[in-house]
């Protein structure tokens, strides 16, 4: 199946710091991605869908000034978290649709456990 | 509007037993159907799916789910169950926008030795 990796896998800064998180697809070009956030025994929310080349469409209610989504190439989409502060500590999870022949199906990163003090 | 249900928060099974994990959805027009597992600290594995044809859909790891039209569900399924299988598994309807998943509140399935 389709690969997808995310790094870093986890990550604890400072409030205030900017975080980066990056999110691969391995062995297939995907023109989307997406970008889910899971709080400790709850299901995934999506914030936002990212396009390459294009400006990201973020869900209602979530920051884009705050959550900035690039998605510079066919296999890469990065997720900044901006002046992040301690209610932004989460398990963020990344996907992208299937390749040619599997595009229904999403396929998701291992995800990234963010900790900010 | 498109949704899924996870009625069980729980479901617990001893090894060597067939297991069931519930899903039911509601969506406009035909659905797509996906089941995922999730291990603690991970992303989510895909299962299977059912896209169109047979109603029994085979996936990963000996898992099976049943489209059933009439009921609105999708249930997981495997014959006979084991410790590994313990995870967080969940239910999502592609919706009618083809980007967006709708994704059920997960169950966690506990199979004890």
């Known amino acids: 199946g389709a690969v997808v990796s995310q790094h870093p896998s986890r990550v604890i800064c400072k409030s205030g710091t900017s975080v980066k998180i990056e999110c691969r697809s391995l062995?297939?070009?995907?023109?989307?991605m997406f970008w889910y956030r899971q709080f400790p025994k709850q299901s995934l929310m999506l914030m936002a869908t990212?396009?390459?080349?294009?400006?990201?469409?973020?869900e209602q209610g979530v920051e884009k000034d705050k959550f900035l989504i690039n998605h510079a190439s066919l296999t890469l989409s990065t997720l900044t978290v901006t002046s992040a502060h301690p209610e932004d500590s989460s398990f963020y999870i990344c996907?992208?649709?299937?390749?040619?022949?599997?595009?229904?199906?999403?396929?998701f990163g291992p995800g990234t456990r963010l900790l900010v003090l | 509007a498109q949704s899924v249900a996870q009625p069980e928060d729980q479901v617990n099974v001893a090894e060597g037993n067939p297991l069931t994990v519930k899903c039911t959805y509601s969506v406009s027009g035909n659905p797509y159907l996906f089941w995922y597992v999730q291990y603690p600290n991970r992303g989510l594995q895909f299962l299977l799916k059912?896209?169109?044809?047979?109603?029994l859909v085979k996936g990963s790891y000996g898992f099976e789910a049943e489209f059933n039209k009439s009921q609105t569900s999708f249930h997981l399924k495997k014959p006979s169950a084991l410790v590994s299988d313990s995870a967080l598994y969940f239910c999502?309807?592609?919706?009618?926008?083809?980007?967006?998943?709708?994704f059920g509140s997960g169950t966690k399935l506990n199979v004890k030795p």
């Open positions: 996907s992208a649709r299937g390749p040619s022949g599997g595009q229904e199906t999403q396929y």
């Open positions: 059912y896209i169109t044809g047979d109603n």
């Open positions: 062995d297939f070009q995907a023109t989307t």
């Open positions: 999502a309807v592609r919706g009618y926008n083809f980007n967006k998943f709708y």
């Open positions: 990212s396009n390459e080349g294009s400006k990201a469409t973020y």
